[in-house]
């Protein structure tokens, strides 16, 4: 199905495809630029960006950002969003069933965007995009091309604060997605 962003949102409000409806405060759809050609995919909402709609506002959203900011990027140069738009209970892992119904949504805002490169943030992002096979110590970093779009999953700033021996490659893989997007800009040109 063929959508315009505002159509996207107004199909998106009243959203009852799973469970995660029922007790959610706000559907978080995404942030940024809608002209992007660099799109971040997370896990899902947790309580922070329940509370305000908006992903990657709470302590790893503000990691995010400041990684963002090393390579010369922000809000307003990429394109943020998640595998399902309502929060899991209490910051879960979504269900297999609960990613499948948003997914259609997440695909509309690919077909939108039409970035040229994806980044996984963690393992469940890397699943539904990446590979469903993927293990994300032993992926990450890691290009793979699937029809023009260059696709990577590092580990999810939420990895980075619970394990900051893990900073160090997340720092390689941010240098690497800077190179990459500044090699797809120098052959648009």
Known sequence: ??????????????CRKCGLSDKRTN???GVGN???????????PGRDEDEQGVPFVGAAGKLLDKMLAAIDLDREKVYIANIVKCRP???RTPQESEAVACLPYLRAQFALLSPKII??????AAK????????????????KCVKGVWIMPTYHPAALLRDE???????????????????????EQ
Not at 1 to 14: C, G, H, N, S, V
Not at 119 to 124: D, F, I, P, R, W
Request: net charge positive; proline share 1%; aromatic share 12%.
């Open 1 to 14: 199905m063929k959508y315009e962003w505002k159509e996207l949102y107004d199909q998106l409000a009243d």
């Open 89 to 91: 209970p209490n910051n």
């Open 119 to 124: 980044v996984c943030l963690g393992a469940t």
């Open 34 to 44: 809608t002209k992007s050609r660099i799109m971040f995919i997370g896990e899902g």
């Open 165 to 187: 021996s893990k900073k160090r490659d997340a720092w390689t893989d941010f240098k690497n997605i800077r190179d990459k997007l500044k090699e797809i800009q120098e052959q």
């Open 128 to 143: 539904y995009v990446y590979d469903k096979e993927v293990r994300i110590t032993r992926d990450r970093g890691v290009w």
């Open 27 to 29: 559907i978080v759809i």
